[in-house]
């Protein structure tokens, strides 16, 4: 009896043992289309070639990796492969070096290609690009960026560029506001002494037509026979208007001398010269001096009154 169980056991045994051994072996399965497989391959080689006769080196680099797979045929497989070495033969490549105002190795430093960030910090390390012009931006906290236009060649390996920062220049100083010229005050002389230029030069006018004309009075009707009497007179006009003359000549220039060279005020404290005549009982006051004389002005100085006789 127990022989005749033992042929149904193992049986069992065996049969437990397909069964859970079926699922193991169709998990080892490859998934996927070899066809698609294939294909892709195919595609990525094909691309790859594209790319490189472009000038994209590093995109063909990507295409050529994968059509280098175990996973790709064989003939496939070797194509990408001798194309990927031309490839990194022919891919320049840099290392970027940065310095400080004084002259310090940097590190944190980034370099950017318009705004593709090639590297957030320096390490030393070389960056492959493409071949053709590149514009680099470095940038860095403790200056102003550095911009750096380059070409790279075809087998430029580790080509190394090195830049300088230099120091911000310092902000340029406010410049002052210029003071307001001081005003210059009226002064009375000049004033005065214009007057009497003017006083002079009406008096002078006056007295030399007439003397003129009394002349050629005399000339026309007693000369060369005219009494001293009748001279004398036309002698002293004449006098009088040389004196006119040369007293107004030298009012002007005395004038004009201190006009110009009056000294300068503070602002807001210019002088003014006023001259007025006010009716009092009896007669008249003249004022002569800084502001009018209002009531309360300390400025004000009030000649003498004029009484009539």
């Not at 002052?176 to 006018?205: E, K, W």
């Not at 007293?247 to 000294?263: E, K, M, Q």
Request: glycine fraction near 8%; hydrophobic fraction near 45%.
């Amino acid at each position: 009896m127990r022989l005749s169980q033992a042929p149904l056991f193992l049986f069992a045994f065996a049969l437990a043992g397909l069964l859970g051994a079926s699922p193991r072996a169709a998990a080892a399965t490859p998934p996927g289309d070899p066809a698609a497989q294939k294909q892709a391959c195919a595609d990525a080689s094909e691309q790859g070639q594209e790319l490189r006769d472009q000038g994209k080196l590093l995109a063909a680099r990507e295409r050529f990796l994968a059509c280098a797979a175990e996973a790709c045929p064989a003939i496939v497989r070797k194509d990408c492969a001798d194309w990927l070495a031309d490839l990194d033969e022919r891919t320049p490549s840099i290392v970027l070096d940065a310095r400080g105002p004084a002259g310090q190795d940097l590190t944190d430093v980034r370099v950017l290609e318009g705004e593709h960030v090639l590297a957030s910090s320096l390490d030393g390390k070389a960056i492959s690009l493409d071949p053709g012009e590149h514009r680099l931006r470095y940038e860095w906290t403790g200056a102003p960026a550095v911009e750096e236009r380059i070409v790279l060649r075809e087998g430029e390996h580790r080509r190394r560029l090195s830049v300088r920062f230099v120091a911000a220049a310092p902000p340029a100083p406010k410049t002052p506001t210029p003071a307001a010229p001081m005003p210059r005050p009226l002064p009375l002389a000049p004033l005065v002494l214009g007057g009497v230029a003017l006083a002079g030069g009406a008096a002078f006018a006056g007295l030399a037509v007439s003397a003129q004309s009394d002349y050629d009075h005399l000339d026309a009707t007693c000369a060369p026979r005219c009494t001293a009497d009748l001279v004398d007179p036309v002698r002293t006009k004449l006098i009088l208007a040389n004196v006119s003359l040369g007293v107004s000549v030298v009012s002007l220039g005395v004038a004009t001398f201190l006009w110009f060279t009056r000294p300068k005020g503070p602002p807001g404290k210019t002088p003014t010269t006023a001259f007025a005549i006010a009716p009092l009982p009896g007669g008249a006051a003249a004022f002569l001096g800084g502001a009018l004389p209002f009531e309360g002005s300390s400025r004000a100085r009030v000649i003498t009154p004029i009484t009539p006789p």
